[in-house]
């Protein structure tokens, strides 16, 4: 259950928060045995550091890079199935210095997409190097204005850059510049490997690989709170002019997110798991209407029902141990 918000300011980063998150926590609800759970837009030297001066506890999401130092582990086979698709295995810290554990968890899903874009961003750095290099042949071009184009093109899709070398060279007898490029194929074979793979880092060491990724899972929770205020709750961001107007704006979407895991939490208990989206779809279809009956004195006579429900809303109401009202008392204003 969400139990309280910060606000920052727009423009200071994420990894700048921890801190003041971790102390307002432990100021406000005292220092209990919890485990901190953060992205790795999170994670820093310094934070890690911090982290570690009153032996709190952890799990944090690590860099993309720091894939490399795994390479072998990841051609081993000694995975642990966690459900179909998702595999997980703890890792001994390389240097042996921090007296982490690192956690390699590998997802089928993942992997699918991260393969489909790093393919569409090779496709289009490829086609774009073609088209340099074809100009490059028709015409003078400036070398310096060629490499800026080749920048260009790599900058704009990075996810792919390493997949191609590529080499500038100025003919000396026409001045005209040219451009070469190959395939790096050992990118390739890296990327295979690694798709789908990422790591975690924690000190917590009497859990298991399973446990820990669940719980690093929960952030997940978090990023569909976002979601939930667009789509469901319709509290689309606005451009406030004060501090004060941010303030509010920010309450009502937290009461409503409160409202809705309260919500979930109430389905749960019903045997109707933890999600209340669908179960609020089909409660909407119980539909009223107003039976009009006129009388002889000219006045008429208004009653506000309520429809049957279907068999399935039934059920529902059921679980959820509501009663539907016959009717519904009719204010005039």
């Not at 995975?79 to 997980?88: A, C, H, M, N």
């Not at 406030?240 to 895991?261: E, T």
């Not at 045997?271 to 089909?282: C, F, S, T």
């Not at 009388?295 to 008429?300: F, L, M, P, V």
Request: hydrophobic letters at 35%.
């Amino acid at each position: 259950m969400p139990i309280g918000y910060e606000l920052f300011a727009g423009n200071r980063s994420d990894v700048t928060t921890v801190e003041q998150m971790v102390t307002t926590m432990e100021d406000r609800y005292g220092k209990s045995d919890r485990i901190w759970v953060m992205d790795r837009g999170m994670a820093s030297a310094d934070n890690i550091e911090f982290l570690k001066q009153e032996q709190r506890r952890y799990i944090i999401g690590t860099a993309k890079s720091m894939l490399k130092k795994y390479q072998r582990e990841l051609l081993k086979e000694d995975w642990s199935k966690v459900r179909d698709g998702l595999e997980v295995k703890l890792c001994a810290d390389p240097e042996g210095k921090s007296g982490e554990t690192f956690i390699l968890c590998r997802s089928s899903d993942r992997a699918s997409k991260e393969r489909a874009m790093h393919e569409r961003f090779e496709k289009r750095i490829e086609e774009g190097l073609a088209r340099i290099a074809n100009a490059c042949e028709r015409q003078k071009l400036d070398a310096v204005k060629v490499s800026h184009r080749v920048g260009k093109l790599l900058g704009q899709n990075t996810r792919a850059a390493g997949a191609f070398k590529t080499k500038i060279e100025v003919d000396q007898t026409t001045g005209r510049a040219m451009l070469k490029w190959e395939k790096v194929e050992s990118w390739r074979d890296w990327s295979r490997l690694s798709e789908g793979c990422y790591l975690l880092r924690s000190n917590v060491s009497d859990w298991s690989a399973e446990e820990l990724w669940r719980a690093y899972m929960q952030l997940t929770e978090a990023e569909g709170a976002f979601r939930i205020h667009k789509s469901d709750l319709s509290l689309r961001p606005v451009w406030h002019q004060k501090q004060q107007r941010v303030q509010a704006h920010v309450l009502v979407c937290f009461l409503a997110y409160v409202l809705w895991k309260t919500l979930a939490q109430w389905c749960k208990v019903a045997g109707l798991g933890d999600e209340p989206r669908k179960v609020l779809d089909e409660i909407a279809q119980v539909q009223t209407m107003d039976v009009v009956l006129p009388t002889r004195c000219g006045r008429e006579m208004r009653k506000r029902c309520v429809a049957q429900p279907s068999a399935h809303q039934s059920i529902l109401l059921q679980r959820l141990k509501l009663t539907l009202p016959r009717g519904l008392e009719i204010t005039t204003m």
